[in-house]
């Protein structure tokens, strides 16, 4: 039987990249708090930018559609959600592309749901930063390493946090590193796309199972 390591590879190229990066955000940091910010700007990004998806994602097509006094701009490293959302007429840039760049540094808000890396952190110094989270939180992935540490220091932590219930939220609040009263019970937006289009496959299959099964009670699974 061949024999498989679960020790991951150690790979020194992305160590030092990583260190370079974390330096460059100390360096270059400072100097961004001084640059004017558009509070109807807002970046989006999802999946460390490699996918549209999850709650940023439904975040931002609420807002294409119901606020048009704030410009959205979704960021991303993967071509094939640029020619989506190109498709379907919604401003995107590749994350490290010259607009990119420009809207990182203009963008007074940035909106994320899985971390720093869904944009591009090196250049939102001075933006709001509101963590929409992935799921419910039951993990800690942010506030307690050194990665978390620099970024409380250079201040491109986040600033603003959501979570599904009351219940939920000081949980939410102590493990994205935010205040408590900085984080708002407001449901997730992934949830809400679910039920706001009437043509979404669950809604007709819950619909379905009411009319069919005569139970008080529906116990469904959703990993």
Known sequence: MKQVSIIPEYNLGQKIIKGVRSL????????????????????????HGKRFADNSKYLYLYVNKNCPDIRPIWLTKNQK?????????YQVHPTFSPKGFLYSIMAGYIITSHGMRDINNLLIGGAKIIQLGHATPFKDFSVHNLGATLRKITGISSHYAIATSEKIRREAALLIGVPENY?????????????????????????????????????????
């Not at 640029?82 to 007429?89: C, P, Q, R, T, V």
């Not at 496959?201 to 139970?215: A, Q, T, V, W």
Request: hydrophobic residues 40%; positive net charge.
């Open 81 to 89: 959600v640029i020619d989506e959302l190109n498709k379907k007429g």
């Open 183 to 223: 984080t708002a019970v407001t449901g997730t937006p992934r949830n809400d796309g679910l039920f706001d289009n009437p043509d979404l496959p669950l809604n007709n299959s819950i619909e379905d199972l009411k009319k069919r099964i005569k139970f008080k009670h529906i116990i469904t699974y959703f990993p």
């Open 24 to 47: 460059a955000m100390i360096f270059f940091h400072p100097f961004l708090f001084f640059i004017p910010r558009k509070k109807n700007l807002w970046i989006f990004g999802s999946s």
